[in-house]
T-cell receptor
């Protein structure tokens, strides 16, 4: 098992509501990335945080936002939820090493928007 | 990041070696090849990665062709628990983000 934990594991929200998902990173990792995985598809990159600053963003609207804290844990916030936001949200903590990037994923938060 | 191409599904008999191919013909010289797998609705699990040389760890072996245009992940003795979607990813060292394709669904059968 990795040291990356996500909470909650499951969540049901109503369209138009806001949601906050949380991720604690692996010890020694300073970068956190968030991914959205719709049913039957591969994970899609949302954005990444490095030392509390956003460091790259995928093709997601501004209602997807995030934070990274001094201990490198992170939050993903989604405003004005839409039905299509229903997905598995994955957090990955990572750090560069001498032989490439070491990246571990959490078990994900399953968000259902009704 | 290089676009990768994988077969959508493969079958393997339990106890036999599973050889999963990946084409990454547009890979650049400083892109690593990473393999992750995802067992139903769980987070992706790291398997192995490499740049030029073949690599082996306790889970698998990674064979990269000399021209680096393709690679093969080898699970030496597949078990039923290896049934999963396997993702091959070309990853730039300077960027910590991974671009996943559709992967290969490996079905290990008794």
């Amino acid at each position: 098992e990795t040291g990356v934990t996500q909470s909650p594991t499951h969540l049901i929200k109503t369209r138009g509501q806001q949601v906050t998902l949380r991720c604690s990173s692996q010890s020694g990792h300073n970068t956190v990335s968030w991914y959205q995985q719709a049913l039957g598809q591969g994970p899609q990159f949302i954005f990444q945080y490095y030392r509390e600053e956003e460091n790259g963003r995928g093709n997601f609207p501004p209602r997807f936002s995030g934070l990274q804290f001094p201990n490198y844990s992170s939050e993903l916030n989604v405003n004005a939820l839409e039905l299509d936001d229903s997905a598995l949200y994955l957090c990955a903590s990572s750090s560069r090493t001498g032989s490439g990037t070491e990246a571990f994923f959490g078990q994900g938060t399953r968000l259902t928007v009704v | 990041d290089a676009k990768t191409t994988q077969p959508p599904s493969m079958d393997c008999a339990e106890g036999r070696a599973a050889n999963l191919p990946c084409n990454h013909s547009t890979i650049s010289g400083n892109e690593y090849v990473y393999w992750y797998r995802q067992i139903h609705s769980q987070g992706p699990q790291y398997i192995i990665h490499g740049l030029k040389n073949n690599e082996t760890n306790e889970m698998a072996s990674l064979i990269i062709t000399e021209d680096r245009k393709s690679s093969t992940l080898i699970l030496p003795h597949a078990t039923l628990r290896d049934t999963a979607v396997y993702y091959c990813i070309g990853h730039l060292y300077n960027f910590n983000k991974f671009y996943f394709g559709s992967g290969t669904k490996l079905n290990v059968k008794p």
